[in-house]
């Protein structure tokens, strides 16, 4: 059974050995992010965007290397084992599950960013119909960014329509409007990701927190917790 999904970025500068300098600027990310996460039970299933489609089991181990420092993470356990290529939402994953409930044991479900909306959010839907028949209670994990355009400092340059793009993101996930997810363009980072969920959730959840909303660097973050 679905009990609750919770919405982080898909952001490295949240892990502060990764962060440096910035750790500080970013600790309120931190803290809502980790607070969120801990809101889910026992079993995981994250969703995020990345190159290629796959399913990465809770055996997976992985480290923040190819970011600057190995900070060895696990889908479950201590993630002491030998890492493998993991794509970032699962290594934030993996991450968060270590320090919000150690005891957890998360699986996920990378998805290609190019996919159409219709396809992710049918995809949202299976999803649904597979987590309603587990006798279990499970949680779902939304690892996604928004714009990356933001400001001129921004990593994808300065796109000057993105705020009111960023803008109509954060409300959305801030209220469970999944229709206005389903209109999200291109240009939000973690666009399929975001429609797995309002496939997932449709036609809304019964509630809807936000916890944070900012753009550090210029990349919009959505923390929040959606009751299905």
Request: overall charge negative; some cysteine; glycine content about 12%.
């Amino acid at each position: 059974m679905l009990s609750a999904i919770v919405i982080v970025p898909s952001a490295p500068v949240m892990v502060p050995e990764l962060a440096s300098s910035a750790a500080a600027e970013t600790e309120d990310l931190r803290a809502a992010a980790v607070s969120a996460a801990a809101q889910l039970p026992r079993r995981w299933i994250a969703v995020g965007v990345a190159a290629a489609d796959g399913v990465h089991g809770s055996e997976s181990v992985g480290t923040f290397a190819g970011y600057g420092v190995d900070v060895r993470v696990g889908l479950s356990g201590p993630g002491s084992g030998e890492p493998t290529a993991l794509p970032l939402c699962a290594l934030i994953t993996a991450w968060l599950r270590g320090l919000a409930r150690p005891q957890a044991v998360a699986e996920v479900w990378a998805c290609r960013g190019d996919q159409e909306p219709g396809a992710a959010a049918d995809l949202g839907r299976r999803l649904r119909a597979q987590l309603d028949a587990a006798p279990e209670e499970v949680g779902v994990l939304v690892v996604a960014d928004g714009a990356n355009t933001l400001t001129p400092a921004a990593p994808g340059g300065h796109d000057p329509d993105s705020p009111r793009v960023q803008a109509a993101l954060d409300d959305a996930l801030a209220t469970g409007d999944t229709a206005a997810l389903m209109r999200l363009p291109s240009t939000v980072l973690g666009r399929v990701a975001y429609q797995v969920l309002a496939g997932l959730a449709e036609p809304g959840p019964r509630s809807a927190k936000e916890l944070y909303r900012g753009a550090p660097y210029g990349v919009g973050y959505f923390v929040g917790v959606w009751t299905p």
